[in-house]
Nanobody, 124 residues
Framework: QVQLVESGGGLVQAGGSLRLSCAAS????????MGWFRQAAGKEREFVAA????????YYGDAVKGRFTISRDNAKNTMYLQMNSLKPEDTAVYYC?????????????????WGQGTQVTVSS
């Protein structure tokens, strides 16, 4: 069973950047699709980005395309989310997740392990 711990959240002004990290233990992340999701207050959980177990194919939600980049370092067993050109509407709790079923990389229903989340707040 994999355990996930996010870090890197915080407060940033609009137009700024943050890099989130998701450190995994208990299982190599190379054996799972890995994803980022977010949930803003009063809203449903939203898909942000995912990267396949092979590491070669990535997926992005429409709201973040061109601004966010997902990556993974298998040697460090860590996944990252580089967030640039941040907007106030990016404010949310960001969760990393592992999909060991290797199905539906953009579908939260297939993710079986979740981190505790990290808060990202973008001020205008």
């Amino acid at each position: 069973q994999v355990q996930l711990v996010e870090s890197g959240g915080g407060l940033v002004q609009a137009g700024g950047s943050l890099r989130l990290s998701c450190a995994a233990s208990g299982r190599p992340i190379s054996t799972a699709h890995m994803g980022w999701f977010r949930q803003a207050a009063g809203k449903e959980r939203e898909f942000v980005a995912a990267i396949r177990s092979s590491g070669g194919i990535t997926y992005y939600g429409d709201a973040v395309k061109g601004r966010f980049t997902i990556s993974r370092d298998n040697a460090k067993n860590t996944m990252y989310l580089q967030m640039n050109s941040l907007k106030p509407e990016d404010t949310a709790v960001y969760y990393c997740a592992a999909n060991t079923l290797l199905s539906g990389p953009a579908d939260s229903r297939f993710y079986d392990t979740w981190g505790q989340g990290t808060q990202v707040t973008v001020s205008s």
